[in-house]
């Protein structure tokens, strides 16, 4: 499990990997508290953003914690109810995501359409 032929440096995989996720979570957090304390920001696009920021803390904390425990511990046994339970998680806010992502493109849609149509 894991990368094939660098068993040895798994570990030091790791550290990019949690600076990554700190950094995805740093990003995000401050998403959200810029949206939520900003009044200018209080419009649907904005949202639709900070919706987005939340499901991609809850996708990155699914998939996260076990590959660094993979890499970090050699944990690389799942249970079953654990293997359904994160896949469940991660096909969730994958769809989540993709949802995300139409509504945003309506949203562009319908302002565009609105702002022509004005003319």
């Known amino acids: 499990m894991g990368l094939p032929g660098i068993h040895e440096s798994h570990h030091w ?3 990019p990997l949690a600076l990554l996720y ?3 979570l740093g990003a995000n957090l401050l998403t959200l508290i810029t949206i939520q304390h900003e009044l200018t920001l ?12 939340v499901v991609d803390i809850g996708l990155a904390t699914t998939i996260m914690p ?3 425990a ?4 050699k944990n690389k046994t799942i249970s ?6 994160q896949i469940y998680a991660i096909h969730s806010f994958m769809c989540m995501e993709s949802g995300i992502f ?3 493109a309506v949203d562009r849609y319908i302002d565009l359409h609105e702002m ?3 003319r």
């Open 42 to 53: 209080h419009q649907p696009m904005y949202q639709l953003l900070s919706i987005l920021a």
């Open 80 to 85: 079953l109810p654990e293997c359904f339970a």
């Open 70 to 73: 993979i890499l970090c511990f």
């Open 13 to 15: 995989l790791s550290l």
């Open 102 to 104: 139409l509504c945003m």
């Open 66 to 68: 076990k590959t660094l």
């Open 116 to 118: 022509l149509v004005a």
């Open 22 to 24: 700190l950094s995805a």
